[in-house]
């Protein structure tokens, strides 16, 4: 392994500390390029041991004017959505930072990669390579007070008279210079306030936080972004399942009040009501839907399914699993308050056919319920007049 150079780690230090106390001083002073300078002359005159950046190996060669090749666009298909997806990717995280780092702006997603899309098309042609933004740009560009598109064409005509007029001098700036501002940048990038009040906001915050940040340090930036998004995705509908649950309830009081009560025990005991809240999908539907199938002792179960928020075919078809399990022990399954949004799915596995009733409201639901234990016998004969209300109800 070969030794760390102190000398770079010193320098990079140094332009980190003069940006960093500098800042602080004078805000209004550009002390990246007194560091970047200060360090330049001290590797000049010291003789240090600093690689410039002048010793960087070349860079892409010179575009051909070759004809394409059409057979060779199946192949590079892939690659281009690839590189396209991670340059978006880039510069919609560079404008995220931006907002964060001023007030009262923000930006247009839609904007930002309609133009960076133009510009990538309109590169190529010139012999250029897919342009992104750069987080660390971005920030010192904030950082030294800029607020309109007008910085990034200063910043482009800047660097081109630097690259045509300034070369020889540039490529004198050690690479440690040029990573103590990188570090200063990075440290003046973090909100020590916002972490403080990630980590202690809840559990999944703190660890999509620590294993981003892990990440960036042994992967990379964007792969990072990969993988902080997918276990935030996956704690995010863990926490959506858990919302999800079924209980059991007592009929309505005021419903019961409605008949005699030779009537309202048994409907009491041979009628038993579950009302499911929240989402019935593919992460939790199977955990409390079970307890549905276990239920015994009643000849009438009434689902109230007004409070379900959403629902796909897998919590679809667990609701019918549920629903086949009580059709074998005997019991019927009454439906009430199914939503329009709700009835594609259920239709879809045939889970709506297995129902012996559906009602808008609980109230119509336990009428159907008395009916069906008149007709079984639970409940005593009705005069033929309750008898057509009960057929209307049904």
Do not use: C
Not at 236 to 242: H, I, M, S, T
């Amino acid at each position: 392994m070969a030794a760390p150079d102190w000398t770079a780690a010193a320098l990079a230090l140094a332009v980190a500390a003069v940006m960093l106390l500098g800042a602080r001083w004078r805000p209004a002073v550009p002390f990246s390029i007194v560091g970047v300078a200060a360090a330049t002359a001290a590797t000049q005159l010291l003789d240090l041991d600093a690689t410039p950046i002048g010793d960087l190996p070349a860079g892409l060669p010179a575009p051909s004017l070759a004809f394409l090749d059409l057979s060779a666009l199946g192949s590079l298909l892939a690659p281009a959505v690839a590189v396209a997806a991670l340059a978006a990717l880039e510069s919609l995280l560079s404008a995220t930072v931006a907002d964060s780092m001023t007030t009262g702006q923000r930006h247009d997603p839609d904007r930002e990669l309609f133009g960076q899309g133009v510009a990538n098309l309109a590169a190529p042609l010139f012999g250029g390579v897919p342009a992104t933004a750069a987080i660390a740009r971005t920030a010192v560009n904030v950082r030294s007070g800029a607020r309109s598109r007008l910085a990034a064409l200063t910043h482009a005509a800047v660097l081109a008279v630097i690259v045509f007029a300034a070369a020889p001098l540039v490529s004198a700036i050690p690479l440690a210079a040029l990573a103590g501002v990188l570090l200063a940048t990075a440290i003046r990038m973090v909100e020590a306030g916002a972490l403080r009040a990630m980590v202690r906001a809840t559990r999944s915050d703190a660890v999509v936080l620590v294993l981003t940040a892990t990440a960036t340090l042994v992967l990379d930036l964007v792969l990072a972004v990969v993988i902080g998004l997918a276990v935030a995705g996956a704690l995010a509908l863990r926490a959506v399942a858990g919302q999800a649950r079924m209980d059991r309830t007592d009929l309505p009081a005021g419903l019961l009040d409605a008949y005699d009560a030779e009537e309202r025990a048994p409907l009491t005991e041979h009628v038993a009501a579950y009302r499911i809240d929240g989402p019935v999908f593919f992460a939790g539907a199977h955990r409390f839907l079970h307890d549905l199938s276990a239920v015994t002792g009643v000849h009438v179960v009434i689902l109230r399914l007004s409070r379900v928020t959403t629902m796909d075919a897998t919590g679809a078809l667990a609701l019918k699993d549920a629903v086949e399990e009580l059709h074998r022990r005997e019991i019927t399954v009454l439906a009430g308050g199914i939503r329009p949004g709700q009835r594609p799915a259920l239709a879809s596995v045939g889970a709506l056919d297995l129902l012996a009733g559906e009602y808008a409201t609980t109230a119509e639901a336990v009428a159907g319920a008395r009916a069906h234990l008149r007709r079984a016998g639970l409940l005593p004969a009705a005069p033929a007049t309750a008898s057509l209300g009960e057929e209307a109800a049904r």
